[in-house]
């Protein structure tokens, strides 16, 4: 497995305000890496707090992005401003996710549908997005992040589970 730099490289973290996605920017950022990080708008204070944060303990650029990427324009739109405001990234971390939690059949549709688009599609149309810069530069990294229950199924998870195995496959 390819081990990689990210000192002074940007990468941009979805869902990066709380959970795995904050840990994940903790992460990045001991390696040096300049942030761009990603959360829902209802999240942005907690995320420029997180952002002051990791500038000051470990000296490093850090932009914010809240944007709700199940907006129709929402992937497109967070490309747009991280190329606006940054210009190529090294690597994109797919990591915001939801879950529609209970029996399959009671779970509201809404819940089911948001849950197939933003653990699946929406990974799948920043991939599209970001990917061709960095093909045309010749370096670049995407990580997805999934889940156990890509590999065997949940109680009470259903579509979650069958949105973390799409993401698999398509990793």
């Not at 009671?106 to 970001?130: C, G, S, V, Y």
């Amino acid at each position: 497995m390819t081990r990689y730099d990210f000192s002074g490289r940007k990468v941009l973290i979805t869902g990066a305000s709380t959970g795995i996605g904050r840990e994940l920017s903790g992460e990045f950022a001991r390696r040096g890496a300049h942030l761009a990080l990603g959360a829902l708008p209802e999240e942005a204070e907690a995320l420029e707090q997180w952002a002051s944060q990791l500038k000051a303990q470990f000296g490093i650029p850090v932009w914010t992005f809240p944007i709700n990427l199940l907006d129709d324009d929402g992937p497109d739109a967070l490309y747009g401003k991280v190329k606006a405001e940054i210009g190529d990234i090294f690597a994109l971390v797919n990591n915001a996710g939801i879950v529609a939690y209970g029996k399959f059949w009671e779970a509201p549709a809404k819940r089911q549908e948001d849950t197939l688009k933003l653990n699946l599609f929406i990974p799948m149309r920043l991939m599209r997005l970001f990917l061709p810069d960095m093909v045309k530069r010749g370096e670049g990294v995407v990580f997805n992040i999934s889940s156990v229950s890509a590999l065997q199924p949940t109680p009470f998870h259903t579509v979650y589970g069958a949105s973390k195995a799409g993401l698999q496959s398509l990793s």
